[in-house]
């Protein structure tokens, strides 16, 4: 009779243990997860602030902006460039997609150079040299009228 006492005490304090470090890691799982994905990320739409007016783009090269823009009452200062080349006009980011750092534009070396890492991209924003895993970001340009709007995900 004790031995088989003893074998369901075990037994039961096992599973006592087992369940709570399921807890644990189901606890730990749900906590890592709200981290990883916030709700606000979930929730980002690109909204369309205006840029400049047409005549203002570049009819070749690269042209520095800041972009002004408020979003729930703050004021927000974004970079970006505004590139015509080869036909095309787009907008890039100028956050390095390696750690974040600010990108310039260099134009003896017709390409965007970061000052951190010593990253570099071609003027489409694509990874030339150094540790930058992505290309540059594009932003979503659109014409109303005579006046260029960037888009933001706010």
């Not at 970079?79 to 600010?102: I, M, Q």
């Not at 990874?127 to 340009?141: A, C, D, F, M, Y």
Request: hydrophobic share 40%; aromatic share 12%; with cysteine.
């Amino acid at each position: 009779m004790g031995r088989f006492y003893q074998d369901t005490r075990r037994r039961f304090l096992k599973r006592l243990v087992k369940g709570g470090f399921t807890l644990l890691a189901s606890l730990f799982g749900i906590t890592a997860a709200g981290f990883l994905y916030p709700s606000e990320v979930k929730k980002r739409t690109t909204k369309f602030f205006y840029l400049l007016n047409e005549d203002d783009l570049p009819k070749e090269g690269v042209k520095k902006m800041e972009l002004a823009y408020e979003h729930e009452q703050r004021a927000m200062v974004l970079r970006v460039f505004v590139v015509c080349n080869a036909g095309e006009t787009f907008a890039l980011s100028s956050v390095c997609s390696h750690l974040g750092c600010l990108v310039d534009w260099s134009r003896s070396k017709k390409r965007f150079l970061c000052p951190c890492h010593g990253g570099s991209y071609d003027i489409e924003g694509r990874v030339l040299s150094g540790p930058p895993p992505l290309p540059l970001t594009r932003i979503p340009l659109k014409m109303e009228g005579e006046k260029v709007f960037a888009g933001v995900k706010v």
